[in-house]
């Protein structure tokens, strides 16, 4: 009797060990409630032109609100908004700055200033997004209008030639479908959508626009435990150029990066409850060669890319 009893007993504890470890991780965010996340990294590029090192030194913050508003039975409807986003790049000394925070002008001499306005109308903005259970953004319902607000003035540029060329083909970047989905899948694309166990992966691959290269991140996640309302997830990324994309064009210069390639580590603590993430931290390390040619010159650019970023949820 006292064998059987502890043999019940076992089995009742391996029961117990197994569902705190076992977990339905989709999204399942509280209707009508706001949640906030801030955004921070930081990146270091030395790259190569005819001989001469150039090191190129960027951070940025962001911070996002979402808010779900609707939900079916295959996706739910939120409302985003980018409430800040900032950048600051250092090249070999001269920093440029954007930000939202400033309304900027779309006429200005300097790109910086033009590009703090387009930051500010998104900024000012709400995106509609459909997304599915896993955080993968189905479609941004208002991306028409918001293109067309956004994008109004942007005739009126003063800077000529390859500049402005260059600075309309970055502001389109800015306002497209694959950018706003990228954009918003930073704070909500990794989860499985479905029942996991500790030591159970999945993997997300994601095709993302990274200043006009065509990337595919391919990832794969592992839930290492859980620990109350907590789920601890690793993750490791292979980073590369996207198969059947063709160059990046833009002020009359091509630029293929067929062999840029990369890897990045993080580690992730997301609430069960919401499927929301409480918080990330990643390291990412990315080398290549980067082929850039125009009329009259061709050059092999290697580069080297080193990042830090973190993710967390405000309060």
């Given at each position: 009797?006292k064998?059987?009893?502890?043999?019940?007993?076992?089995?009742?504890?391996?029961?117990?060990?197994i569902?705190?470890?076992?977990?339905?991780?989709?999204?399942n965010?509280?209707k009508?409630?706001?949640?906030?996340?801030?955004?921070?990294?930081?990146?270091?590029?030395?790259?190569?032109?005819?001989?001469?090192?150039q090191?190129?030194?960027?951070?940025?913050?962001?911070?996002?609100s979402?808010?779900?508003?609707?939900?079916?039975?295959?996706?739910?409807v939120?409302?985003?908004?980018?409430?800040?986003l900032?950048?600051?790049?250092n090249?070999?000394?001269?920093?440029i700055?954007?930000?939202?925070?400033a309304e900027?002008?779309?006429?200005?001499?300097?790109?910086?200033?033009?590009m703090?306005?387009?930051?500010?109308?998104?900024s000012?903005?709400?995106?509609?997004?459909?997304?599915?259970?896993?955080?993968?953004?189905?479609?941004?319902v208002?991306?028409?209008?918001?293109s067309?607000?956004?994008?109004?003035?942007?005739?009126?540029?003063?800077?000529?030639?390859?500049?402005?060329?260059?600075?309309?083909?970055?502001?389109?970047?800015t306002?497209?479908?694959?950018?706003?989905?990228?954009?918003?899948?930073?704070?909500?694309?990794?989860?499985?959508g479905?029942?996991?166990?500790?030591?159970?992966?999945?993997n997300?691959?994601?095709?993302?626009n990274?200043?006009?290269?065509?990337?595919?991140?391919?990832?794969s996640?592992?839930?290492?435990?859980?620990?109350?309302?907590?789920?601890?997830?690793t993750?490791?990324?292979?980073?590369?150029?996207?198969?059947?994309?063709?160059?990046?064009?833009t002020?009359?210069?091509?630029i293929?990066?067929?062999?840029?390639?990369?890897?990045?580590k993080?580690?992730?603590?997301?609430?069960?409850?919401t499927?929301?993430?409480?918080?990330?931290?990643?390291?990412?390390?990315?080398?290549?060669?980067?082929?850039?040619?125009?009329?009259?010159?061709?050059i092999?650019?290697?580069?080297?890319?080193?990042?830090?970023?973190?993710?967390?949820?405000?309060?």
């Amino acid at each position: 009797m006292k064998k059987l009893l502890l043999s019940c007993l076992i089995v009742l504890f391996s029961v117990s060990v197994i569902a705190q470890n076992s977990v339905n991780l989709k999204m399942n965010p509280e209707k009508n409630k706001v949640y906030r996340f801030s955004s921070a990294s930081e990146q270091t590029t030395v790259q190569t032109v005819n001989g001469n090192q150039q090191t190129i030194e960027s951070k940025s913050h962001d911070a996002v609100s979402i808010k779900m508003i609707d939900a079916t039975a295959g996706f739910m409807v939120a409302e985003v908004h980018f409430d800040t986003l900032i950048s600051i790049i250092n090249t070999m000394g001269k920093t440029i700055t954007t930000t939202s925070v400033a309304e900027g002008d779309i006429k200005s001499s300097e790109t910086a200033d033009i590009m703090s306005c387009i930051k500010n109308r998104l900024s000012r903005n709400a995106v509609y997004a459909k997304i599915d259970y896993t955080g993968k953004v189905l479609e941004i319902v208002n991306l028409k209008m918001l293109s067309d607000v956004i994008m109004k003035d942007t005739s009126s540029i003063t800077l000529t030639g390859l500049v402005r060329s260059g600075l309309k083909t970055q502001i389109e970047s800015t306002v497209s479908d694959n950018t706003l989905k990228t954009m918003i899948e930073t704070f909500t694309h990794y989860l499985p959508g479905r029942q996991v166990s500790a030591g159970d992966n999945w993997n997300v691959t994601v095709r993302t626009n990274s200043g006009g290269m065509i990337l595919d991140i391919i990832t794969s996640y592992r839930l290492d435990g859980v620990k109350g309302n907590s789920a601890n997830i690793t993750a490791e990324s292979e980073i590369k150029a996207a198969e059947n994309e063709g160059p990046m064009v833009t002020g009359g210069v091509t630029i293929t990066y067929d062999n840029l390639k990369g890897l990045s580590k993080s580690n992730m603590v997301v609430d069960i409850n919401t499927g929301l993430m409480i918080e990330d931290k990643a390291k990412t390390h990315i080398t290549g060669n980067l082929g850039v040619s125009g009329p009259g010159f061709s050059i092999q650019m290697p580069m080297d890319i080193n990042g830090e970023s973190k993710v967390i949820a405000l309060q």
